[in-house]
């Protein structure tokens, strides 16, 4: 089964910026088969998508973090990253990858997810 870990979380003053990374754990599987996305929640919030990736690199953000928040995949499909930029103190939150399996024309739900990582923001 497909396990995911993420990393790269922090502590950052506002403005600046991170970048965080998701591993397969689990031998011989490729983030390049999965629609992978990137989902955040805020302490007292419900956890709400921020980015996504289909399996021909199609990419969505929310409307929230367009224009800061970039998500890539490497070509060999080892590791998705989160860039972050201009960080703000509305994006503290664990942040956590998570694969869905592509079903022919559309992601299924996502259903393998990390562990999280914690990004801080001060002001």
């Known amino acids: 089964q497909l396990q995911l870990v993420e990393s790269g979380g922090g502590s950052v003053q506002a403005g600046g910026s991170l970048r965080l990374s998701c591993v397969a754990s689990?031998?011989?599987?490729?983030?390049?088969?999965?629609?992978m996305g990137w989902f955040r929640q805020a302490p007292g919030k419900e956890r709400e998508e921020v980015a996504r990736?289909?399996?021909?690199?199609?990419?969505k953000y929310s409307d929230s973090v367009q224009g800061r928040f970039f998500i890539s995949r490497d070509n060999a499909g080892h590791t998705l990253y989160l860039e972050i930029n201009n960080l703000k103190v509305e994006d503290i939150a664990i942040y956590y990858c998570?694969?869905?399996?592509?079903?022919?024309?559309?992601?299924?739900?996502?259903?393998?997810w990390g562990q999280g990582t914690q990004v801080t923001v001060s002001s």
């Open positions: 998570a694969a869905a399996r592509y079903m022919g024309s559309f992601c299924g739900d996502f259903e393998y």
């Open positions: 689990t031998y011989g599987y490729s983030l390049r088969n999965y629609c």
């Open positions: 990736m289909d399996v021909y690199d199609t990419i």
